[in-house]
């Protein structure tokens, strides 16, 4: 009496395995044994099991793109959110440029029909193509300045802080300042092509005129507010959004955070952030815009916000907030979730998770 291996091939699944259940008594006749068979036919679906999760693994594997480049890949993803950011709340721009300005209207609402009337939906993205254009290098080297002297700031574990002023405020502060240095006239010019309907063909245009008519410091009229007003916000905006980021970690105790929690905590410091520093963004539009319609020429910032002050009152400082709010607002929160989902696709090694 013995037994006998059976070799069977399963073609659906290219896989052998064996059956050492069959045996031979002493009649000559074929006879199984139950708990081998059992044994085997197990191992048999152990083996298929391990197969199918392996497809399984394999379909589910998230996009990587390879950027060895540290740098590289901070530069790429940050171009990539401002760009998608600030396609998406191009009509609240366009909105709230016009209310702080008063061209159009003093409510959002007027503005609005004021815009159909005349330039329809494409004036609610009159000037996208040169925000894009102006924001995506800028939010390019907003980021990668911030991660650089954040990095170089912050203390390795074991080490005593370098200094008592959190890294991320003062990395937040110097990333707003070369950014802003670095991209400023097309802010201008955007701004130019925004208000001044009719008067430039384009870009280019606008920039040969502005130099030519007004001269080149005229690209950077408005930057001493600018400066002023973004320090603060840069700031207080990285400090928040890195406060936050923290913060949910710590309640949550995990360390990896979802493409939605970025974005709520991106939303709520670019609102922190956007509202401290309204008044002084009021003033640099005004500065912008000059002498357009028989405005006043103001000398400096100082100049722009008492003269505001004293013709509109408190509420001329903040006229505009909400719109700008809810442009700033879903803005820094894209930004912010675009920026830290890119850096998930731009991986520095294949396996990098």
Not at 42 to 62: D, L, T, Y
Not at 151 to 156: A, G, I, M, R, Y
Not at 180 to 204: A, D
């Given at each position: 009496?013995?037994?006998?291996?059976?070799?069977?091939?399963?073609?659906?699944?290219?896989?052998?395995?064996?059956?050492?259940?069959?045996?031979?008594?002493?009649?000559?006749?074929?006879?199984?044994?139950?708990?081998?068979?059992?044994?085997?036919?197990g191992q048999m679906g152990m083996s298929f099991g391990v197969q199918e999760e392996r497809a399984m693994n394999k379909s589910k594997k998230k996009l990587?793109?390879?950027?060895?480049?540290?740098?590289?890949?901070?530069?790429?993803?940050?171009?990539?959110?401002?760009?998608?950011?600030?396609t998406v709340v191009a009509p609240l721009e366009t909105i709230r440029t016009h209310l702080m300005v008063g061209t159009s209207g003093h409510s959002t609402t007027e503005v609005f029909h004021d815009i159909m009337k005349n330039d329809g939906w494409k004036g609610l993205f009159r000037g996208n193509f040169v925000n894009v254009i102006r924001v995506a290098p800028s939010k390019a080297i907003e980021l990668f300045a911030f991660d650089t002297v954040n990095k170089s700031l912050s203390p390795k574990p074991g080490e005593q802080p370098k200094l008592h002023i959190p890294p991320s405020l003062i990395a937040g502060a110097c990333a707003g300042v070369s950014s802003t240095i670095c991209t400023y006239p097309l802010e201008l010019l955007k701004t130019r092509l925004t208000v001044q309907r009719g008067v430039y063909n384009g870009l280019l245009d606008a920039f040969l005129k502005i130099v030519k008519e007004e001269g080149p410091s005229e690209l950077y009229r408005g930057l001493a507010p600018s400066l002023i007003g973004v320090i603060p916000y840069?700031?207080?905006?990285?400090?928040?959004?890195?406060?936050?980021?923290?913060?949910y970690r710590k309640f949550s105790k995990k360390e990896k955070i979802g493409n939605i929690e970025t974005l709520l905590i991106g939303s709520a410091a670019g609102a922190i952030s956007s509202t401290a520093t309204f008044p002084l963004e009021v003033a640099r539009k005004h500065m912008q815009v000059g002498a357009l319609s028989g405005r006043q020429v103001y000398k400096n910032v100082i100049h722009a916000l008492a003269t505001i002050l004293e013709q509109e009152g408190l509420q001329g400082l903040y006229r505009g907030l909400g719109p700008s709010c809810m442009k700033l607002v879903p803005a820094a929160g894209i930004s912010f979730m675009c920026y830290e989902a890119c850096k998930r696709i731009l991986v520095q090694n294949d396996d990098e998770e």
């Amino acid at each position: 009496m013995g037994r006998k291996r059976i070799h069977v091939f399963d073609a659906k699944k290219d896989v052998f395995f064996s059956v050492y259940d069959l045996g031979l008594n002493k009649e000559g006749q074929y006879y199984y044994h139950p708990e081998a068979l059992f044994a085997s036919v197990g191992q048999m679906g152990m083996s298929f099991g391990v197969q199918e999760e392996r497809a399984m693994n394999k379909s589910k594997k998230k996009l990587k793109i390879k950027v060895k480049n540290p740098s590289l890949r901070r530069l790429i993803s940050g171009a990539f959110a401002g760009a998608v950011s600030r396609t998406v709340v191009a009509p609240l721009e366009t909105i709230r440029t016009h209310l702080m300005v008063g061209t159009s209207g003093h409510s959002t609402t007027e503005v609005f029909h004021d815009i159909m009337k005349n330039d329809g939906w494409k004036g609610l993205f009159r000037g996208n193509f040169v925000n894009v254009i102006r924001v995506a290098p800028s939010k390019a080297i907003e980021l990668f300045a911030f991660d650089t002297v954040n990095k170089s700031l912050s203390p390795k574990p074991g080490e005593q802080p370098k200094l008592h002023i959190p890294p991320s405020l003062i990395a937040g502060a110097c990333a707003g300042v070369s950014s802003t240095i670095c991209t400023y006239p097309l802010e201008l010019l955007k701004t130019r092509l925004t208000v001044q309907r009719g008067v430039y063909n384009g870009l280019l245009d606008a920039f040969l005129k502005i130099v030519k008519e007004e001269g080149p410091s005229e690209l950077y009229r408005g930057l001493a507010p600018s400066l002023i007003g973004v320090i603060p916000y840069s700031a207080t905006n990285y400090f928040a959004y890195d406060t936050l980021r923290k913060a949910y970690r710590k309640f949550s105790k995990k360390e990896k955070i979802g493409n939605i929690e970025t974005l709520l905590i991106g939303s709520a410091a670019g609102a922190i952030s956007s509202t401290a520093t309204f008044p002084l963004e009021v003033a640099r539009k005004h500065m912008q815009v000059g002498a357009l319609s028989g405005r006043q020429v103001y000398k400096n910032v100082i100049h722009a916000l008492a003269t505001i002050l004293e013709q509109e009152g408190l509420q001329g400082l903040y006229r505009g907030l909400g719109p700008s709010c809810m442009k700033l607002v879903p803005a820094a929160g894209i930004s912010f979730m675009c920026y830290e989902a890119c850096k998930r696709i731009l991986v520095q090694n294949d396996d990098e998770e």
